[in-house]
C-alpha cells in the first residue's frame, strides 16, 4: 500500500498569507493598534501584564469616552484590561446619571417597608 502525499496548494497559501499581512496592517493602523505600539502591555489600574497569548484581554479605553476622539498621539487613551475597563464604564454610566446640583442618585428611593408591621401581624395571630 503506498501513501500518496497531498502537496498543498501553493497559491492558496499565498493568499492566506497575504490576507493576514494585510489584517495585521489595518489592525496597526487602528487606535487599537496604535495604542498597543505606544503603551506597555499593562493594565492602567490593576498593572497586570500582558503577552501575545492574552493581549485580546487588554483594551483601549478613550479617558473622555468619545470613541471618535482619537488622537495620534495617544493622549486620550489607555490600556485596561476587561475587568477594569467594565469597571470603568460601569462608574462612568452612575456618575453620569447623577445629579450634579444635589450629588445624590436621579434613581428613585424605595418607600414600602414590607415588615414594618410584622408585629402586630405575629400578635394578632395568636
Request: net charge neutral; hydrophobic share 25%.
Amino acid at each position: 500500500m503506498t501513501i500518496k502525499k497531498i502537496q498543498p496548494d501553493k497559491t492558496k497559501l499565498n493568499q492566506i498569507v497575504t490576507d493576514a499581512r494585510r489584517n495585521q496592517e489595518l489592525r496597526e493602523q487602528s487606535y487599537r493598534g496604535q495604542a498597543l505600539k505606544l503603551y506597555p502591555w499593562v493594565c492602567g489600574r490593576c498593572a497586570r501584564e500582558f503577552d501575545h497569548k492574552n493581549l485580546t484581554e487588554l483594551t483601549v479605553h478613550h479617558k473622555n469616552h468619545n470613541h471618535d476622539d482619537n488622537p495620534s498621539d495617544g493622549s486620550n487613551w489607555e490600556l485596561l484590561c476587561l475587568y477594569c475597563h467594565d469597571n470603568e464604564h460601569s462608574r462612568y454610566e452612575e456618575t453620569r446619571f447623577d445629579s450634579a446640583a444635589t450629588g445624590k442618585s436621579s434613581a428613585a428611593t424605595a418607600t414600602h417597608t414590607p415588615f414594618a408591621d410584622l408585629k402586630s401581624l405575629l400578635n394578632n395571630k395568636n
